[in-house]
């Protein structure tokens, strides 16, 4: 299984994202968890957890550089949220969920 984190600013919107998400693509057949946590837990999260990707929503794009630093530091990847795939909506699920399969490593 592999498992992303959504760093977001407060963890309220993130968490929503992510448990529609995580039923998304569990009903594409992929076994994917996704889960949230707050832009202060960020860089602690991407250097002491075991996710595979780590992505960035949009209201907290300004600590992008940052975290992406933290995940070079690891070898783990670090993307932004585009803003059209943070909604909690079917078509903002769907693109979430694309992101995730598009820049999710292989290994």
């Not at 670090?78 to 995730?100: D, H, S, T, W």
Request: aromatic share 6%; glycine share 8%.
């Amino acid at each position: 299984m592999k498992n992303v984190l959504i760093i977001c600013a407060g963890g309220m919107s993130s968490s929503l994202m992510a448990k529609k998400t995580t039923e998304f693509l569990k009903n594409k057949g992929n076994e994917i968890e996704v889960d949230a946590t707050s832009a202060t837990e960020g860089s602690k999260m991407i250097e002491s957890s075991n996710f595979d990707l780590f992505l960035v929503s949009p209201q907290t794009k300004m600590y992008y550089e940052n975290l992406k630093a933290a995940g070079d530091r690891v070898g783990k990847p670090v993307v932004n949220i585009p803003p059209q795939a943070y909604a909690p909506i079917p078509m903002g699920i769907e693109k979430l969920g694309n992101v995730i399969l598009q820049e999710l490593p292989n290994q």
